[in-house]
């Protein structure tokens, strides 16, 4: 696994810092509230579950699943619901909690069919943002890192459904999908 990834972004020191700091911005914001965390399987079960205990007031959990990419490191523009919600999220506080912001186009899919549910609100809180290749106007209230155009893998992010368990943020070696 470690020989196809070219260097390391970022260390699981310093991505543990970030998601400690997201945790305190949205324990201060929704104090009260009472927030629905949904993450967006399966690239944000890693972040999830870091996040979620970085956070101090009650919330609750819930999982969705859509698909768009395959076997590619690009969208393709078609996004599949697979798995919905559990339950009812009418005049719920929600956060959307995503691995990544890309082009934007599964979150702006996921945003349109739940805003459809009447949800008190709707915030996204995304690890990783690449907002040099978004095709879709989506703003992520919480974003914890920029990125460059590269194609990264590891703490919950894939390709090809690999690397998801390595514990840092590497970028690939463009040859292993090339
Ligand atoms: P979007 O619909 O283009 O915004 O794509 C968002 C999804 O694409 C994320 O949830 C990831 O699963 C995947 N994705 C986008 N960029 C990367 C990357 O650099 N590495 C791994 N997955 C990525
Ligand atoms: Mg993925």
């Given amino acids: 696994m470690l020989q ?16 400690a ?8 914001d929704y104090a009260g509230k009472n927030p629905l ?16 205990r970085a956070i101090t007031i009650p ?19 078609v996004v599949k619901l697979i798995k919905d919600l559990d339950r009812s999220i009418e005049g719920r506080h929600l956060i959307i909690v995503e691995d990544i912001l890309d082009s934007g186009m599964t979150l702006s899919y996921i945003m349109e069919m739940l805003e459809t549910r009447d ?20 703003h992520a209230a919480y974003a914890g890192i920029e990125v460059p155009d590269e194609f990264i893998v590891g703490y919950g992010l894939d390709y090809n459904e690999k690397y998801r368990n390595l514990p840092f ?5 463009p040859e292993i999908y090339g």
């Fill in 21 to 28: 700091d997201l945790g305190a911005q949205i324990s201060r």
């Fill in 59 to 77: 919330c609750e959990i819930d999982f969705m699943a859509t698909s768009s990419y395959g076997a590619d490191v690009k969208t393709s523009g």
């Fill in 119 to 138: 949800p008190a609100d709707i915030r996204i809180c995304t690890l990783f943002d690449k907002p040099s290749r978004r095709q879709v106007n989506v």
């Fill in 169 to 173: 943020i590497g970028v690939l070696k």
């Fill in 37 to 52: 965390l949904v993450s967006i399987l399966k690239g944000s079960v890693v972040f999830m579950a870091d996040l979620m």
């Fill in 4 to 19: 196809d990834i070219q260097n390391v972004l970022y260390s699981e020191e310093q991505i543990h810092a970030i998601v």
